[in-house]
T-cell receptor
Framework: LAKTTQPISMDSYEGQEVNITCSHNNIATNDYITWYQQFPSQGPRFIIQGYKTKVTNEVASLFIPADRKSSTLSLPRVSLSDTAVYYC??????????FGAGTRLFVKA | EAQVTQNPRYLITVTGKKLTVTCSQN?????MSWYRQDPGLGLRQIYY???????DKGDVPEGYKVSRKEKRNFPLILESPSPNQTSLYFC??????????????????FGPGTRLTVT
């Protein structure tokens, strides 16, 4: 499976928009891009998934350029409770799942 | 309530004593999977199952066994636990996996985790 690369950590302040970029240069045609959020000692929770262009739901937006070699998770107006680790991963038509190291987001008051 | 449950949530055991961590989902999902999470290593997939009686290895299957006799259950078996299997374990299930479709969703639902310590 193709590997993803994300920043190790990011800091932000409450009320700001946070953009976390994920690189996946070797993304395959059938790959979907999926983002998860994980709080300490809890299982990851699905945030958003997309294939191309832009996807938006009630908690986030996902921007995917035409070449699909990267993607950006956008969290509008973060709060302290958004402090978590965010994982970008690729899901193919196969069954294996590979989580990268994730991005640790710390939101400050 | 739709959920994935794991038992036990915490377990301390000794080297070599066989143990089973149970996982059950009530969403009629076909796909189930086990992960372990260690500091600095993120989540690594141990085994997964595409359906009843169909399982395959993930990235770190050594020292583990699984079975899928029923759709809702996917137990993780450690025949002879060792200290390097001390970890936080997560079970997950998904309604669709391995199906390429513009409407498919690979969302995985995770259980609460089992913290295992092997001394």
């Amino acid at each position: 499976l193709a590997k993803t690369t994300q920043p190790i950590s990011m800091d932000s302040y409450e009320g700001q928009e946070v953009n976390i970029t994920c690189s996946h240069n070797n993304i395959a045609t059938n790959d979907y891009i999926t983002w998860y959020q994980q709080f300490p000692s809890q299982g990851p929770r699905f945030i958003i998934q997309g294939y191309k262009t832009k996807v938006t739901n009630e908690v986030a937006s996902l921007f995917i350029p035409a070449d699909r070699k990267s993607s950006t998770l956008s969290l509008p107006r973060v709060s302290l409770s958004d402090t978590a680790v965010y994982y970008c991963l690729l899901n193919t038509g196969g069954f294996k799942t590979i989580f990268g190291a994730g991005t640790r987001l710390f939101v400050k008051a | 309530e739709a959920q994935v449950t794991q038992n036990p949530r915490y377990l301390i055991t000794v080297t070599g004593k066989k143990l089973t961590v149970t996982c059950s989902q009530n969403m009629n999902h076909e796909y189930m999977s086990w992960y372990r999470q260690d500091p600095g290593l993120g989540l690594r997939q141990i085994y997964y199952s595409m359906n009843v009686e169909v399982t395959d290895k993930g990235d770190v299957p050594e020292g583990y066994k699984v079975s899928r006799k029923e759709k809702r259950n996917f137990p993780l078996i450690l025949e002879s636990p060792s200290p390097n299997q001390t970890s936080l374990y997560f079970c997950a299930s998904s309604p669709r996996q391995g199906i390429v479709s513009s409407r498919s969703s690979y969302e995985q639902y995770f259980g609460p985790g089992t913290r295992l310590t092997v001394t």
